[in-house]
């Protein structure tokens, strides 16, 4: 099984509907049993709650169901999962920061290392902005979600 983790600033954003994403999209393959998905934050300020009810909203409309519920990355994630999908530059350098072993590393990936239809280096956070904020971040985080599954089926992750 292969363990991915998705993680943004809060963990009710951007990472959490990257989880939606992804377990939609393997789930759509029949590939569940093959993968564990999770997300969390690099900042603890929602742990504990739920997603932004914006991006459920949103998220719903294109069948997406968030259901997790927000964590600070840890670092024990560093061990337990195979790819940690950052969502800025933010994220790298926290997420980096944090992490107890140099080898550990090369675990961590940008979603937009994915994207194929987009050129953007980040997935910019929706927090402050408004419904298209919400709609272009769930773009981008299909195009990124679609190629890390297509890598992940490939083996070339």
Same mark, same amino acid.
């Given at each position: 099984m292969k363990n991915i983790l998705f993680v943004c600033l !809060? *963990?009710?954003c951007r990472s #959490?509907? #990257?989880?939606a994403v992804m377990k939609k999209l393997i789930e759509e393959k029949d590939l569940?049993?093959?993968?564990? &998905?999770?997300?969390a934050g690099t900042a603890d300020y929602h742990e504990g709650g739920e997603a932004d009810p914006r991006m459920?909203?949103?998220?719903?409309? $294109? !069948?997406?169901?968030? @259901?997790? &519920?927000? $964590?600070?990355?840890n670092k024990q994630d560093y061990y337990d999962f195979d790819l940690i999908v950052l969502m800025d530059k933010e994220n790298f350098r926290n997420v980096s920061n944090l992490c107890p072993e140099e080898n550990l590393l090369g675990k961590i990936r940008y979603m937009s290392d994915?994207? @194929?239809?987009? *050129?953007?280096? &980040?997935v910019p956070d929706p927090y402050f902005g408004g419904s298209k904020g919400f709609e272009y971040v769930l773009?981008?985080?299909e195009d990124g979600c679609k190629e890390l599954l297509s890598q992940l089926i490939k083996k070339d992750i």
């Amino acid at each position: 099984m292969k363990n991915i983790l998705f993680v943004c600033l !809060g *963990n009710i954003c951007r990472s #959490a509907a #990257a989880e939606a994403v992804m377990k939609k999209l393997i789930e759509e393959k029949d590939l569940s049993k093959e993968y564990f &998905i999770d997300s969390a934050g690099t900042a603890d300020y929602h742990e504990g709650g739920e997603a932004d009810p914006r991006m459920i909203s949103h998220s719903l409309k $294109r !069948g997406f169901d968030i @259901t997790s &519920i927000s $964590r600070p990355i840890n670092k024990q994630d560093y061990y337990d999962f195979d790819l940690i999908v950052l969502m800025d530059k933010e994220n790298f350098r926290n997420v980096s920061n944090l992490c107890p072993e140099e080898n550990l590393l090369g675990k961590i990936r940008y979603m937009s290392d994915f994207f @194929t239809e987009h *050129n953007d280096k &980040i997935v910019p956070d929706p927090y402050f902005g408004g419904s298209k904020g919400f709609e272009y971040v769930l773009d981008l985080l299909e195009d990124g979600c679609k190629e890390l599954l297509s890598q992940l089926i490939k083996k070339d992750i």
